[in-house]
């Protein structure tokens, strides 16, 4: 939904959509979360301690079936919330409650409560087994997590929030495939945080040790995937230096099949990451890994999408652009766990995921015109979050 809410600013800025359509559909959203039934009951509520659970149903807007309360994907969805709070800076009224709803919906999160273990944030809760035991730590898909929560004007967390959510980095340094970075195997860990934050020339106190950005650590990322595709080491068929991008998707089943001489593992919804079996690396290709990568390194990005479209299209590509991953290698007589097997292609996902979706078009827009960033800069609470962990340089020292 956060992905969501974004794409509608895009849609107003590329003439999509007009504004006041955008805004009705936005107020309609943050209407529904802000009056949502939030309480620690097991069933009939959406969320608890302004924290939200990771799905909810359709048709209800409660709980589904036993998903836990998110911290991540509740911070997924307030970057969506804080862009529509800064978009939509007009006096018209509806533009005004905007800004008001997404105030009251950021504020009402307390994530001092979401502090499990000292000053780290837990991954989230449920009612039957209370604070999952594990805590975001290092670097990953949950940088916005801590940024967010140490902006809170009502409940944020102290700046040592940042040095626990860091202190595990150096685990995570290392070289990789013709480059050195901070490591993270699934691509959308680098992706994700940076649909909101313009980390171009801001570093915390860690990067400043390092000499570059979180954007320079994401193009690192984004040409170590490339050279991982075109090294091959899984012998998949169609990797390359224009097929790339192994991150979090479908995958076409949850089995060990022998391949020739190989015996190969695949797995159906996965978090898939470059390294080999060890990461789950079964030969599916997201689009959204290159995609969504077009902001950090347009030139081989904007080659994958090109060649995708091109090759495969008439396969991977239909009304909502790509869908969501595909599989050459996939080429068995075995029960699928969704999709279907293509006869001299290979496995073509039928679902198009908003969480792949919403990256692509967000970090094409960001690559295109900034529009995005642009607009997140503007955030009083995402820039006080950048500042209490330490940020500082380029754009945030700007007034």
Not at 213 to 240: H, L, V, W
Not at 329 to 357: C, E, K
Not at 370 to 376: E, L, P, S
């Amino acid at each position: 939904v956060g992905f969501g809410l974004s794409a509608y600013a895009i849609g107003v800025e590329r003439g999509y959509v007009s504004r006041a359509a955008a805004r009705e559909r936005v107020l309609t959203t943050l209407r529904f979360f802000h009056d949502a039934p939030q309480g620690d009951a097991a069933r009939g509520m959406s969320g608890y301690k302004g924290f939200f659970y990771h799905f909810l149903d359709m048709k209800t807007g409660a709980r589904s079936a036993d998903s836990e309360l998110s911290t991540v994907d509740t911070a997924l969805l307030l970057g969506g919330v804080l862009h529509m709070q800064s978009f939509f800076d007009g006096a018209d009224a509806g533009e005004v409650e905007i800004r008001r709803l997404a105030d009251a919906i950021y504020r009402k999160v307390d994530w001092r409560w979401a502090q499990n273990h000292g000053a780290a944030i837990t991954h989230g809760w449920s009612p039957e087994h209370g604070m999952i035991p594990w805590d975001w730590r290092g670097y990953n898909e949950a940088m916005l997590v801590y940024v967010l929560a140490l902006g809170s004007p009502t409940h944020g967390v102290g700046a040592d929030a940042w040095a626990e959510w860091t202190q595990t980095y150096d685990k995570s340094w290392g070289s990789s495939y013709g480059q050195q970075y901070l490591t993270f195997a699934p691509h959308f860990g680098h992706q994700y945080s940076a649909v909101w934050i313009d980390y171009r020339g801001i570093k915390d106190s860690y990067m400043r040790a390092r000499g570059f950005d979180y954007f320079e650590n994401s193009r690192r990322a984004t040409y170590a995937q490339q050279a991982y595709a075109i090294a091959n080491p899984m012998g998949c068929k169609g990797y390359g230096q224009h097929l790339w991008g192994v991150t979090a998707s479908d995958g076409p089943a949850d089995a060990v099949i022998k391949d020739g001489a190989r015996q190969r593992k695949f797995h159906s919804y996965a978090g898939r990451g470059m390294g080999g079996e060890a990461t789950y690396d079964d030969c599916t290709i997201a689009p959204t890994g290159a995609a969504a990568s077009i902001a950090f390194a347009p030139t081989i990005a904007t080659a994958a999408i090109v060649d995708m479209r091109q090759r495969y299209g008439d396969r991977i590509y239909g009304k909502y652009g790509f869908i969501d991953a595909f599989n050459l290698t996939w080429d068995f007589d075995h029960p699928l766990s969704n999709g279907r097997r293509v006869a001299g292609f290979g496995w073509v996902d039928s679902d198009y995921l908003g969480i792949d979706q919403g990256p692509i078009l967000a970090m094409l827009e960001n690559h295109r015109s900034g529009a995005v960033w642009r607009v997140m800069r503007k955030n009083a609470y995402l820039r006080a979050g950048l500042v209490k962990a330490g940020f500082t340089g380029g754009w945030l020292d700007a007034r």
